[in-house]
Each structure stands twice: as structure tokens, then as C-alpha cells.
């Protein structure tokens, strides 16, 4: 089976709602997680908060997946006559910002909760160092 042009664009295209979801599971996942080890009301309700980020992050990138180009087929085909496409770049950018963000305030999120346990430093780094391992 020979893959034409089009067809390598039409899985890039249908491959980033899935990312984007999949990422989001990832993010709520970790974030779960740290609910569950730390109980303290106001570090859940931000991670309560960076949760909802992730999921509107999500719903943008399968949004901007489906509607950016007019009419869809437009992502893979640009011979189609009379179609058109908003910035792709600066939506892919912005996208990445926020991202990033999000990325970063989950590894910096259980800092503050992790010196206040009773260990040494070094087992405190190592703790760290664990939990900011999905960072890589």
C-alpha cells in the first residue's frame, strides 16, 4: 500500500486531538495523584485548578484541530479551491505557551508541601527528583 502526501497529513491531522487528550489524562492523572498524598484543602484546590487548565487546553487543541481550516479537508489538501486556514502558527505557539505552563506548575506545584516534611535534604532532592522525573 503506497501512502500519497495527503495521507501522511491526514494523521498528523487526526493525531493531535488524540495527543491532546491523551496528554490531558497524563496531567490529571499526576495531578490525582498528588491529592491523594497531600491533603491539605488549598493544595487541592489548586490542583483542582490546573486540572480544569488542562482540560480547556485539551478541548482548544481539538477544537483548533477541527476548525482552523475551512472547509477540514483543507489541513491536508491545499489545492482545494476557496479553502483557507486561520494562523496555524500562532495557534500552535500559543498552544505550546500553555502547555508549558501547565508542565510546570504540576512539577513546582508539591515543592512547597515537600520542605515541610521532617527528612534531610538529601532525601527531601530525592523525593523532588522523583516527582519531577514525567518532566523529561
Do not use: E
Amino acid at each position: 500500500m503506497v501512502m500519497h502526501y495527503t495521507d501522511n497529513h491526514q494523521i498528523l491531522v487526526a493525531g493531535s486531538p488524540v495527543w491532546a487528550v491523551a496528554n490531558m489524562f497524563i496531567k490529571i492523572s499526576i495531578l490525582h495523584l498528588y491529592c491523594t498524598i497531600f491533603w491539605k484543602k488549598t493544595f487541592q484546590r489548586v490542583s483542582y485548578s490546573i486540572m480544569a487548565f488542562a482540560i480547556c487546553l485539551a478541548v482548544i487543541i481539538v477544537l483548533q484541530a477541527f476548525l482552523i481550516c475551512r472547509p477540514f479537508a483543507f489541513n491536508w489538501d491545499p489545492y482545494i479551491p476557496g479553502g483557507k486556514c486561520g494562523n496555524q502558527i500562532a495557534g500552535y505557539k500559543a498552544q505550546a505557551i500553555i502547555n508549558i505552563a501547565i508542565d510546570i506548575s504540576i512539577v513546582v506545584l508539591p515543592v512547597p508541601m515537600l520542605w515541610t516534611l521532617q527528612l534531610t535534604w538529601s532525601k527531601k532532592l530525592g523525593i523532588y527528583f522523583m516527582f519531577s522525573v514525567g518532566m523529561a
